[in-house]
């Protein structure tokens, strides 16, 4: 007791069991492994474009960084981001700007969808007075006012086919009329357009034109939603940890591997911002030096936690069921999950070896779905 209470990671009782002993040492190494990767991951995978900082370790996002990167270095190569909401698309838009030579111009954001339709060509390109009923003075367009800097249009799948048509001639020329105006003006911005439907999709529907879709997408950067690069969670958790606990001004709780696995189970329909979201309430709601899966919601815990309510594992349902059948699924969920290891599928079991193998041959399973019945015994 004085050795675990020193830090030891688990005690065995004499006579050790040696399958026992081989599998507390490979656990008390995992849990080792995994401490040390997550005080690694604090500092790491993070990259900084002026005071905006991108985060990642999937291939993908090193990919983008790595974009980002070149694209700021041209003058105004018009960019086209899709992804679905919360993917990090203001962000990559944001970056650019930062480490481009325009960061001491504006960044200016125009929302096509929360903007009345009407509004959207004002709006963009500004009018004279008179233009139309309510203009009575004369206004100047987003465009105008983002001349040397940046202009983000998001949710530009929603822009009305009109304003379409004047935005494709003012990137074909970096010229435009005021509404109600008649002389040109000419300025100099770079053009980000974002969207979370698929382009290509409304170009066939014909509610989006072909020669803009195409003008737009000098560079074309999909993000991937999160679910499809989970070990970007990790990096992402701990980073927002960290700044959500600067702004509450508190020490940044670590986090358990068990935390971080529920993080990697979860599917994120809301992607990266909903990851923040739900590590904001923890925070806020916790009080705790080590953020563990009870204090995530219970929603993001289903995959990979039993059920709240009851402190049953497993819920038997009314008209009941075949222990042998369940216990004949999980070997072989675990081992497909190993892909046939008997010594890592016995300790996802919490099994030793032997009795594995004895359940392997009761239930006539093989290793691995090709493996031959002599092999059985393999591992
Ligand atoms: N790779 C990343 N590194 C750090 N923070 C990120 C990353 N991706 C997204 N975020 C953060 O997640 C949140 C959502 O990102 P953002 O607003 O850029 O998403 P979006 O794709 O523009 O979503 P929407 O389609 O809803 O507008 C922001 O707080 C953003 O800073
Ligand atoms: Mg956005």
Known sequence: MRAVKAGAYHFLEKPVDLDDLLITIEKGLEAQRLRL?????RKQHRWQFAHVEFVGRSAAMSELAQIVEKV??????????????????????RAIHAHSGRRDHPFLEINCTTLPETLVEAELFGHERGAFTDARERK?????????????LDEIGDMPLG???????????SRFKRLGGTTDITVNVRVIAATNQKLERAVQEGKFRGDLYYRLKVVDLAIPPLRD?????????LYFVEQLARDLKREAPTMTPEAIRVLETYSWPGNV?????????????????EIRPEHLPVEIRGASQPPEGGDQLVQLPPEGFSLEDVERSLIEQALTRTRGNVARAARLLDLSRDTLRYRMKKYSLAASPRASKAALGGS
């Not at 990767?37 to 991951?41: G, H, R, S, W």
């Not at 100047?140 to 983000?152: P, Q, V």
């Not at 304003?163 to 020329?173: I, N, S, T």
């Not at 690069?229 to 958790?237: G, N, S």
């Open 72 to 93: 700021a270095r041209t003058e105004s190569a018009t960019v086209l981001l899709q992804g679905e909401s919360g993917t990090g698309k203001d962000l990559v838009a």
């Open 163 to 173: 304003a379409q048509a004047k935005l494709l001639r003012f990137l074909e020329d």
């Open 273 to 289: 911002r909903e990851l923040r979201n739900v590590l904001e309430r923890a925070l806020i709601l916790e009080d705790t030096q």
């Open 140 to 152: 100047k367009g987003l465009a105008e006012l983002a001349d040397g800097g940046t202009l983000l």
């Open 37 to 41: 990767e997550i005080a690694a991951l």
């Open 229 to 237: 690069r989970r070990e970007d969670c990790a990096p992402l958790a």
